[in-house]
């Protein structure tokens, strides 16, 4: 069982920043893909950020150029640099991790933080 703890969020004008954290509670090593998801009110969830092992990243088209995804092996961590942040960009943003374990593959989710974008 992994556990996810994200953290970071809050309330930000149009063109703030933001970095959120994800603590992941095993060893980055046995991880397939880390993410960041995001779900806004009526919306469904639709990814915003993947890292996949070997160090691929892929992003969502409407947050290229703005978000970075990064992570800390050492530390079990997951990052989401948010620039240029938009009120489209509110929403609940979900860590996801996936896990090869034993042959098999599991996916967890973080319970959410609440990034607001207003002016």
């Known amino acids: 069982q992994v556990q996810l703890v994200e953290s970071g969020g809050g309330l930000v004008q149009p063109g703030g920043s933001l970095r959120l954290s994800c603590a992941v509670s095993a060893s980055m090593h046995s991880l397939n893909a880390m993410g960041w998801y995001r779900q806004a009110p009526g919306k469904e969830r639709e990814m915003v950020a993947l890292?996949?092992?070997?160090?691929?990243?892929d992003y969502a088209d409407s947050v290229k150029g703005r978000f970075t995804i990064s992570i800390d092996n050492a530390k079990n961590m997951v990052y989401l640099q948010m620039n240029n942040l938009t009120p489209g960009d509110t929403a609940v943003y979900l860590c996801?991790?996936?896990?090869?374990?034993?042959?098999?593959?599991?996916?967890?989710w973080g319970r959410g933080t609440q990034v607001t974008v207003v002016s």
């Open positions: 996801h991790v996936n896990q090869l374990y034993v042959g098999r593959k599991y996916d967890y």
């Open positions: 890292h996949i092992s070997g160090g691929n990243t």
